[in-house]
């Protein structure tokens, strides 16, 4: 008695499409009782039902995280209401946390107005006739509300400027009311001979990386 090939009944039960009113042939590649256009639509409407899935998951993580800032909130209200001195304290070292430094060198006959996270990394990368003239705390928009004051005289890029007297007059204030940055935080001046100053001056077109 010969034996029937493995999965030849499985393949015979089906020779025409299961939906309805289809009788188109079965898609015999992924083994299903549909037809190509039936598979394709199977698969397009698990597409859909994943991607409202996903966006019901979304909604709900958004949901999730205004619930939380909201209770933060009212969380931050009280403990401001409570204990207003330690509620400064928090919005000091937070603010703290954001600021670098703004500083003001000589390179050449040129000034640069410059910010940094980490003073003693970033003028490491200048040359020696680079003389660190004043530096003080603040943020990058502390920074452009300085360049945006000294427009008038950029000389190249955004940071660049001539050596002007107004610029000086504002750098002395800075250098006079240097009270928030400790002395062990500026390095110390590096001064080069005039040979040196002159050895380096930035292009009068374009932006300069540094």
Partial sequence: MHG???GSREEDQFHTCEARHCHEPIWKPLRVPFCHEHVLACWALIEEERELTDRSAEYLRK???AAEARDRKKRDQKMRAENPAAAKMLDDFFEDLQRGYIYYLQIGDYLKIGYTQSL???LRSYPPNAELLAVNRGT???EKKVHEKFAAYCESGREWYRDVEE???HIAKVKAKRRD???HEIPKARRGNSKERQAIRPR???S???
């Fill in 120 to 122: 003693h990394e970033r």
């Fill in 208 to 210: 300069h990386a540094i």
């Fill in 63 to 65: 949901q999730h995280r």
């Fill in 181 to 183: 940055v400790k002395q």
């Fill in 167 to 169: 610029i000086r007059k």
């Fill in 140 to 142: 990058e928009d502390d």
């Fill in 204 to 206: 009068n077109s374009g």
């Fill in 4 to 6: 029937t090939p493995r």
